[in-house]
C-alpha cells in the first residue's frame, strides 16, 4: 500500500534514555515533516526536509536530531528524554517545496511516546 | 509567522443537522487551506483543501468557503452522521509551511 508509515507505534521509556522514530514514504513525495501533538492536540511542526536537505527547523530543544537517508525516509533521534517529550509525534510527507502548487500532507498514524 | 485560530474548540449536533468550524489566520502569504478530519488513535487525514484563487468549494456532504479579505475560511458539513465525529484541523500553508489550528472536536449524536 502506499502510504506513510512510522515505527515504532508505541513506545514507552525512561527519563534520560535516548530514542529513535523511524518514517517511511513510498508516494515519491520529495518533502517530509516531523510534528508533534501534545496532549491538548496542538499539531506543532518540528522539522522539514526537502530532498534529505534541511528546510525547517523550528525552535526545538537540540536533543531532537532529524535525519534523512534519502528522501523516502526521515527519522528522529532523541536524546535525554524528558517528561515532557510525552506526546505523540507524527511524520508526513508531500511533493515537495520545489512545486509551484501547494500540495496537502500526508500523515503516518503517528508514534506516541511516553516518557516515565 | 502565522497565526491560525480555530472555533469552536467543541462542537455536539445531532445526526442529519449541519456542523460549521470557522478559522482565521494572519498572514496574507498564504495560499493554500487544506482541511483535516483526525480519529482516534490515527494521524490527520485531509478531507478537503482550497486554494486562494477560489472562494468556495464542495465536496458531496462538505463544504469549504474562503474570504481572503477578511482571511477566513469554514468548513461546512450537511447530513451529518456518527461517523463524523472525530477532531477537525484547519490549516494554512505558504509552501512549505503548513500552520494549524487549535482544533474542534466534534460530536454527532445518533
Known amino acids: 500500500d502506499t502510504a506513510v508509515s512510522q515505527t515504532p507505534k508505541y513506545l514507552v521509556t525512561q527519563m534520560g534514555n535516548d530514542k529513535s522514530i523511524k518514517c517511511e514514504q513510498n508516494?515519491?513525495?520529495?518533502?517530509m515533516y516531523w510534528y508533534k501533538q501534545d496532549s491538548k492536540k496542538f499539531l506543532k511542526i518540528m522539522f522539514s526536509y526537502n530532498n534529505k536537505e534541511l528546510i525547517i527547523n523550528e525552535t526545538v530543544p537540540n536533543r531532537f536530531s532529524p535525519k534523512s537517508p534519502d528522501k523516502a525516509h526521515l527519522n528522529l533521534h532523541i536524546n535525554s528524554l524528558e517528561l515532557g517529550d510525552s506526546a505523540v509525534y507524527f511524520c508526513?510527507?508531500?511533493?515537495?517545496?520545489?512545486?509551484?502548487?501547494?500540495?496537502?500532507?500526508?500523515f503516518g498514524n503517528g508514534t506516541r511516546l511516553t516518557v516515565t | 509567522g502565522e497565526n491560525v485560530e480555530q472555533h469552536p474548540s467543541t462542537l455536539s449536533v445531532q445526526e442529519g443537522d449541519s456542523a460549521v468550524i470557522k478559522c482565521t489566520y494572519s498572514?496574507?502569504?498564504?495560499?493554500?487551506f487544506p482541511w483535516y478530519k483526525q480519529e482516534l488513535g490515527k494521524g490527520p487525514q485531509l478531507i478537503i483543501d482550497i486554494r486562494s484563487n477560489v472562494g468556495e468549494k464542495k465536496d458531496q456532504r462538505i463544504a469549504v468557503t474562503l474570504n481572503k479579505t477578511a482571511k477566513h475560511f469554514s468548513l461546512h458539513i450537511t447530513e451529518t452522521q456518527p461517523e463524523d465525529s472525530a477532531v477537525y484541523f484547519c490549516?494554512?500553508?505558504?509552501?512549505?509551511?503548513?500552520?494549524f489550528g487549535t482544533g474542534t472536536s466534534l460530536t454527532v449524536i445518533p
Open positions: 508526513a510527507s508531500n511533493l515537495g517545496s520545489g512545486n509551484t502548487r501547494n500540495s496537502p500532507l500526508h
Open positions: 508516494l515519491g513525495h520529495d518533502t
Open positions: 490549516a494554512a500553508s505558504n509552501n512549505p509551511q503548513f500552520y
Open positions: 498572514d496574507s502569504a498564504s495560499n493554500y
